[in-house]
């Protein structure tokens, strides 16, 4: 039986005299809505700048938002998006492979725009972090410590995707994405539940995927170090009512910090070096780590998994389509230990670079001088949603007296 | 600050590298999936694996190799008792191909993709016994462009490709479609 079914004429085509053989039917070519996604985005990122940094208003950043998830959402494709894109980059980059400029340019323009503005993108042009504003009730305020350890999982996320799509083990961030069945309006199990955990956390943490999952967030994050532009709560003298800081769902306002001794100063210091004297140790920890998970990694390979089948004589249907499609086993087992090679380097530079960004985060949380005497944002965590702007006595009279 | 200007330009080559695949020359690949009708074996978790709540994948006809056979094997089952269009005589689960007379004594076959949902079953039939003329093809206008697609990840064949946006769709045969 030939299993494949490689178009063979058993049966002539029969003559007709008066039947005209239809063409395949198919939709003519569907449309490629790439570009308006990118012309969109650029004018949401722009427009995003204008609202928080002019008008600094909450509620333009809302329908922002809003306008954001209709359309980046629902009307055009939501996928690929520009969160998930760093993985074709990474698979790429790796392989030597073309990537669309579509892509490059969804991928680039966010970070581009962090470079100068901060996110914007997160709170304008994001549908999933508008999902997450929109289904957000009550605050729970997350222990500063904790949150410093949580943040560091974006930081893990990214690495260990990029490497996995590196490695050709596929694109795992698009299986973590919780809002998907949102999107696609397929409320069946399997996908469903990590969609109503988040849901359901989502109520009472503020953005939860965006804080601790999202690894396009943490380059974002990144970019945002070297914004020209940051966001400023104070217009005038602070008061120090504390109310932006309660406003903030996202941790982001950070209380002043009034001059500190040089006892404390000498202390910080002493920690610095510490920490600095540590950044070998924790290259070699990660890297080591790292290269012992490679193997496991490795095993998911596509290649690798089906060259065990084979030796094992499993009778899986990826053996059936191997011997039906007749390829050599010689060249499975080339691919095979490539790819086990690969997921080794990949894998001891993911661990190594681990180690490097944690001991970063770590030193830059004790270089980080805050204001004297007025409350500041912290632009890197901040998803310029505008709810302080809102906050703030001071600038309400502001605008009321424009008015 | 010279350590964050240093940093700042490392971070604005990083961005720029990416763009340098531009200058390579342009590859048959994009984001689109689509399978590759050579390489299927029909599995079934075409039907099942999909985001979408119906699954994208849909069997597509190719008019132009079938055998308009009267006894069409992705038509009727192997075990058939007998040769009339009764349900338990039909392969296709959901009753989603239209059978109509052309002429003595030949059939023309149409998949309804209203009702199709993507198991393959019609496929393997006509593969093993007839000319291979249907396929299964995921159908572009349905299906979400996801950046992995999730039967791709589980096609025990490899079946799944990546085609540009001007190449969208991948025929069995010769391709005829008209523009
Ligand atoms: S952090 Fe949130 S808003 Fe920003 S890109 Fe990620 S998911 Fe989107
Ligand atoms: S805009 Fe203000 S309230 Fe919103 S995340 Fe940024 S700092 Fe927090
Ligand atoms: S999963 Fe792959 S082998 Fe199975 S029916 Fe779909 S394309 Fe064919
Ligand atoms: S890309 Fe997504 S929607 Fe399209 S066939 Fe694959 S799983 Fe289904």
């Known amino acids: 039986m030939n299993m494949l079914g490689v178009v063979q004429a058993r049966f002539p085509a029969p003559e007709f005299d008066n039947y005209k053989v239809p063409l395949i039917q198919l939709e003519n070519i569907v449309a490629d809505v790439t570009p308006w996604r990118i012309l969109l985005l650029t004018l949401f990122l722009v427009v995003g700048a204008v609202l928080f940094y002019k008008y600094r208003s909450r509620k333009g950043m809302l329908f922002l938002s809003l306008a954001g998830l209709t359309l980046f959402g629902f009307v055009l494709k939501s996928c ?10 990474a698979e790429g980059v790796a392989n030597g492979t073309y990537v669309p400029l579509g892509i490059l340019l969804l991928f680039t323009l966010p970070l581009v725009c962090a470079l100068f503005y901060g996110r914007v993108f997160c709170g304008g042009a994001c549908p999933l972090g508008a999902l997450q504003e929109l289904l957000h009730w009550h605050t729970l305020t997350i222990p500063l410590a904790l949150d410093r350890v949580l943040r560091l999982i974006p930081i893990l996320l990214l690495l260990l995707c990029s490497a996995c799509a590196a490695c050709g ?8 994405e919780p809002y998907l069945p949102i999107f696609v309006l397929n409320f069946a199990t399997p996908l469903a539940i990590l969609s109503a955990v988040f849901i359901v956390v989502g109520l009472f943490v503020s953005r939860p995927f965006c804080r601790f999952v999202c690894p396009y967030g943490a380059l974002l994050r990144f970019c945002t170090l070297f914004a020209v532009k940051k966001p400023v709560i104070t217009v005038k003298e602070c008061v120090n009512c504390k109310l932006c800081e309660q406003g903030c769902p996202n941790g982001a306002v950070l209380p002043p910090e009034p001059d500190t001794s040089t006892a404390t100063r000498r202390k910080g210091s002493r920690r610095l070096s510490t920490l600095v004297a540590c950044i070998p140790l924790a290259l070699f920890l990660g890297g080591l780590l790292g290269y012992f998970a490679a193997p496991a990694m490795s095993s998911m390979h596509r290649d690798v998994r089906l060259l065990r089948d084979v030796e094992t004589k499993q009778q ?5 389509a191997f011997e039906a499609q007749g390829s050599s086993l010689n060249e499975l087992k080339a691919r095979a230990v490539h790819a086990q090679n690969k997921t080794l380097v990949c894998m001891t530079l993911c661990g190594m670079l681990f180690g490097a960004c944690a001991m970063a985060e770590l030193i830059a949380e004790s270089r980080r001088r805050r204001e004297e005497n007025s409350y500041s944002i912290d632009a890197s965590l901040c998803f310029c949603c505008g709810r302080c702007y809102a906050a703030c006595p001071l600038e309400r009279k502001e605008k009321t007296h424009e008015k | 600050m010279t350590l964050r200007e240093l940093l700042k330009v490392m971070t604005g080559a990083l961005l720029a590298t990416p763009f340098l695949q531009l200058f390579r020359k342009k590859e048959e690949t994009g984001y689109y999936w689509q399978i590759d009708p050579d390489k299927c074996i029909q599995c079934g978790k075409c039907e099942t694996e999909c985001v979408l709540p119906r ?21 009727y089952q192997d075990k058939r008792i007998e040769f009339n269009t009764a349900g338990e005589n039909l392969r296709c689960p959901t009753d989603a191909i239209v059978r109509t ?16 949902i993507g198991c393959g079953k019609c496929v393997k039939g006509c593969a093993s016994f007839g000319n291979g003329s249907l396929f299964l093809q995921v159908r572009r206008h349905l299906c979400k ?3 992995e697609c999730r039967i791709a990840k589980v ?17 069995r045969h010769p391709p005829e479609v008209k523009s």
Request: proline letters at 9%.
């Open chain 1, 80 to 89: 690929p998006c520009p969160v998930g894109m760093f993985q074709n980059i």
């Open chain 1, 169 to 176: 083990l596929g694109f795992p961030l698009c299986y973590l």
């Open chain 1, 316 to 320: 899986t249907l990826e053996v059936e």
């Open chain 2, 55 to 75: 699954s994208a994948v849909k069997c597509v006809h190719q008019y132009a190799s079938c055998g308009y056979c009267l006894f069409c094997s992705g038509y």
């Open chain 2, 101 to 116: 007379y052309v002429e003595d004594p030949y059939f023309e076959y149409k998949i309804d993709e209203e009702k199709c």
């Open chain 2, 145 to 147: 462009d996801c950046n």
């Open chain 2, 155 to 171: 096609c025990p064949s490899g079946a799944f490709t990546r085609v540009p946006a001007d190449k969208p769709y991948i025929f």
